[in-house]
């Protein structure tokens, strides 16, 4: 936990120490995000990420600092576990959940990190970073769930086994493929890499909530890439929705970590029909279908009908007599499940 509070402090990403425990970094060219072996996997040395400001940066320098210890130590091991995972294209355990979580989380943190080292604008210098070193600060709890691999963690969760949301997705595409998105106000990621999709939340499991499966209940489903995208936008749109956080009371001791969910901490004081304390903000469905469009390259009317309201999906043939509303345009369906 001290490990966390250093990575997270403004002045120790400022000055570069290990993005992971606040020490001293190597001298080399610190911690790939996105691994070697995954940018030769996929053929990513050359393609570029975007940045927050609209910038973008080849795959093959998104690092940054990192130590030894921590480097050939909990994430060398997270990696291994990982390239397994997706080798297999399925999530088959808690543990392959847990690993996959992990994974999500140093990808996550670690974009933001290189993005407190770039300039905002390059020609206009005293306009900062792209991301202040204090906002880091907010990804505190994604730095804990990724650091739990250095010693046995127990976790004590209010809405599933884990306090976080990953929902995974078999493929029907290439092998080679890769695309990667997120929200950093929701504090979520979703990556496709061949075979296999998964898309993590650093909500402490909020969306399980409204369902252990996912948007339709469709996690573990084979999709084609653009339904990936589309479930993908899905969550991301639900996570820049939540209106609420959880009290922990996590500890420590030689041997073990323990991180314990107490209760559900709502933002506002909004109350829903029933009574209930508001969770997340009504759902956009202007918001999902700009997200949609952009991360699946296809038109925004494929998802709204601007005209009626009406949204719309590329996932109806997944549900073969299912008790969903059907809509003619399209051959779409309205979003009466998530």
């Not at 996997?41 to 400001?53: D, M, P, Q």
């Not at 084979?222 to 936008?233: D, K, M, R, S």
């Not at 299912?322 to 309205?334: F, G, L, P, R, W």
Request: aromatic share 8%.
């Amino acid at each position: 936990m001290k490990s966390v509070e250093r990575a997270v402090d403004s002045e120790n990403i400022r000055t570069g120490r290990c993005f992971v425990c606040g020490g001293a970094p190597t001298t080399g060219v610190g911690e790939h995000v996105l691994p070697k072996w995954l940018q030769r996997k996929c053929g990513l040395f050359n393609k570029r990420l975007t940045l927050l400001n609209g910038s973008s940066i080849p795959y093959r320098i998104l690092t940054v600092p990192c130590c030894v210890e921590c480097n050939t130590g909990f994430l060398s091991k997270i990696e291994t576990e990982v390239q397994e995972v997706f080798q297999r294209g399925c999530i088959e355990t808690s543990e392959h959940r847990l690993s996959v979580a992990r994974w999500l989380a140093k990808i996550l943190v670690g974009i933001l990190v290189k993005e407190t080292a770039l300039l905002l604008d390059r020609k206009n210098p005293v306009s900062g970073k792209i991301v202040p070193a204090d906002f880091i600060d907010q990804f505190a709890h994604c730095q804990l769930m990724l650091q739990s691999s250095r010693k046995q963690t127990r976790f004590r969760a209010l809405h599933s086994t884990f306090p976080f949301t990953l929902y995974w997705y078999r493929i029907d595409g290439s092998d080679n493929a890769f695309d990667l998105s997120t929200d950093i106000l929701g504090q979520s990621i979703a990556v496709h890499m061949g075979k296999l999709g998964v898309a993590f939340v650093n909500d402490g499991g909020l969306q399980m909530i409204h369902g252990q499966k996912g948007p339709y209940e469709l996690e573990g489903a084979t999709v084609l890439p653009h339904q990936f995208g589309e479930l993908a936008a899905r969550v991301h749109t639900k996570a820049s929705l939540r209106d609420a956080t959880h009290f922990y009371l996590s500890s420590e001791t030689q041997t073990h970590l323990t991180i314990e969910q107490q209760y559900v901490r709502p933002f506002t004081n909004s109350a829903l029909e029933n009574g209930e304390s508001q969770v997340f903000r009504p759902w956009d469905s202007m918001l999902f279908a700009m997200r949609a469009a952009r991360i699946t390259g296809l038109e925004k009317s494929v998802f709204l009908d601007t005209a009626t309201g009406i949204e719309m999906t590329t996932l109806a043939n997944l549900f073969p007599g299912a008790d969903i509303n059907i809509v003619t345009k399209d051959e779409a369906i309205s979003p009466t499940h998530f």
